[in-house]
């Protein structure tokens, strides 16, 4: 047993003290850790641009308010090269993708070959992938990030 008291507040002193700096420590590396912004991810950008649904009659003199998805509006207008989708499938990417980088989207449709994107000097990522068109065909489309 503990005959003294100098002794126990020493030990209580260097006890709160390693438990001070152990929380100082362990906010630092917390804070590190959250401040590093996540990169963008080709799939994940290309995902979500595909996952977008809206009317037709948006972009096309269309009297059907249907929700379409935006694979099948590109492939419409790859096919017919009416109506304004390009330039909507240009505004999302603006609004999806950081201005930081630069981005080329490529889609390859019946024969056809759209480009969206000024593209960059250093590939940063890349996604090559397939959608299922509502007519049955594919529509291939590369995302790369710079």
């Known amino acids: 047993m503990i005959r003294g008291r100098k002794g126990m507040i020493s030990i209580v002193d260097a006890s709160v003290f390693i438990v001070i700096i152990g929380l100082i420590a ?3 590396f917390a804070y590190s850790s959250a ?8 799939k ?3 995902d979500a641009f595909f996952a977008i649904e809206l009317h037709s009659s948006d972009l096309f003199d269309d009297p059907d308010t249907r929700n379409v998805r935006i694979c099948d509006l590109m492939a419409a207008y790859m096919t017919t ?3 304004s989708v390009k330039e909507y499938a240009e505004d999302i990417l603006r609004s999806i993708i950081p201005p930081v980088y630069g981005y080329l989207f490529v889609f390859e449709y019946g024969g056809s070959v759209m480009t969206i994107g000024n593209g960059g000097n ?16 594919t529509m291939r489309a590369s995302l790369s990030l710079y």
Request: aromatic letters at 6%; proline letters at 3%; charged letters at 25%.
């Open 26 to 28: 362990a906010g630092m």
């Open 35 to 42: 401040a590093i912004e996540k990169e963008p991810l080709a």
């Open 44 to 46: 994940e950008m290309y």
């Open 81 to 83: 090269g009416e109506g």
């Open 122 to 137: 250093v590939l940063s990522s890349s996604y090559h992938g397939e959608k299922r068109i509502i007519n049955g065909n």
